[in-house]
Structures are given as structure tokens and as C-alpha cells.
């Protein structure tokens, strides 16, 4: 920003303080609701007006590194994006309405002053909205990842045997992450028996079955055994009236069952004690 703006705004710090810090309780009221405590509020507007008051006197990437820090701490608080862009148009109202009713600046050079002010702004709030985004994106993905996670979990419940317990439909996206899991699952826990635990699964219909197919397949290309568990007395009227032929892998009507069968082929029996 030229040097002449920026000691305007200098000569009239202590008011665009005092206007700005009051118009943004107008902010709290809007943003939050009168939900975040006054004093934390104020001591927060305190460090804001700092920070854009001191980006003045450092280097734009530090300006900027200054800014990122405040960002990052007020988003794992939860605060709004609106807080951040609301508190910079309100500055710039603040300012503007200071210089133009403190000075005595050629109209022509006023309206080049307003044009910096809105440039130096207009800056910042892109910065705060970048910030935003790359948090919420961050967010996003790591949900993204925990959903995928939990949507098709292998889970390993014996010495080499794994169940992955299916629930709600399954179409194509998710049979692809049923088989990654599976594939990666059985290679991290040296599984030699999986379980596929349709028992949520509500429909079984021609897709979901190829689905199963395919991944029953694929586990046994890896070297693993697949049985299928969960078999409601519908799903096999279903699975019989359909034509869909299961007959490539075992199937069990339990989990417990299943996991005896699995105990049988790595060479162990459950003993009643």
C-alpha cells in the first residue's frame, strides 16, 4: 500500500480502533447469536485488529504467514468464515469513512486512496477464504477416508481369519472399496480365512451378488479362502429364484458358524472348557 495511505491510516488508528471494535458487535450478534462469550469475543476482535494493523509493517508473506496462524486457530474453534469477512469489510467501512471525513484529499487522489484500500482488503479476505477452503477440504477428505474405513471394514478376529461385515446397499462405487479393503486387509493380517458378513446387507439382488462374486474371486487369487455368512432364509429363496449360483465358495447361515468353519480350515477347533 503507498506510503501516504498507509500514514492516514496511522493517524487515525486509535479511532478506526474505537469504530471498528463497536460496529463489530453488530457482528456478534449476526455471526453468533450473542453465543460466544463478550469478553472472548473482544479479546479476539483485540488480536484481529492487531494483525491487520501490524500486516502494514511486515513483508506480504509474512503478512500473510501471520494471518494463516490466526485463521488456523479460530477454524479448530469452529468460528465462522463470516466472522473473518464481515470483520474485514467492517474495517474497510471504517477506514474509508475516516479518511474521507479527516482529510482534505483532491477528489482524484481520494478515489486512488479507496481503490488501495479496496485492492489491500479485498486481498485479505481472498487469504481468509483460501484458508477456509483448504481447512474444510482437509476436513472433508479425512471424513472421507474414516467413511471409507467404516463402510468396509476387514477385521481380524482370530490368527489369520478376518470378517468384513457388510451393512445397507452395496453398489458399484462401494463394491470397488469392498474389494481394495479386502485385498489390502488380507495382505496386512496375513488372513487366510475371510468372512463376508452379509447379515445388513437388506437386498441381494443379480448386482449385489456378481459384487460378492467378484470379490469371493478375488480373494481366492490372493491365496485366501471366502465364505460367505449372514444368510437369511429370504436371501436364499432370493438368491434360488434369481439363478445366482453361489456354489464357488462356502456360505453359512451365521458369523458363528462361519468363524468354526474358518477355525476348522487353519487347523483349530473351539473347545468348550
Known sequence: ?????????YNQRNEINENWSEKMNQVRNDVFKEKVPKTLFQDTNEEFVTL??????????????????????L?????????????MQTFRRVVLESISSGSEIPSKKMYETFYEIEEWVDEMVNQLVDEYSGSWESTLHQQRLALKELSAPLIPV????SV???????DTERAKLIMENLLDGIIEHRSQV????ITGVPVVDTMVAHHIIQASEAVRLVGAECILVGIRP???QTIVNLGIDLGKFPTKSSLRK???TGMELTKRQIINV
Not at 491487520?52 to 486457530?73: C, H, M, P, Q, T
Request: glycine share 8%; hydrophobic share 50%; proline share 3%.
Open 1 to 9: 500500500m503507498h506510503a501516504a495511505v498507509l500514514e492516514m491510516i
Open 52 to 73: 491487520i494493523f501490524n500486516s502494514f509493517d511486515v513483508e506480504l508473506e509474512d503478512g500473510r504467514a501471520f494471518l494463516r496462524s490466526f485463521a488456523e486457530k
Open 75 to 87: 477454524i479448530r474453534m469452529g468460528w465462522p468464515l463470516s466472522y473473518f469477512t464481515k470483520g
Open 158 to 161: 482370530f490368527d489369520n481369519i
Open 164 to 170: 468384513m461385515p457388510l451393512i445397507g446397499t452395496i
Open 194 to 197: 475371510v468372512l463376508i458378513d
Open 234 to 236: 429370504e436371501i436364499a
Open 258 to 260: 462361519g468363524i468354526e
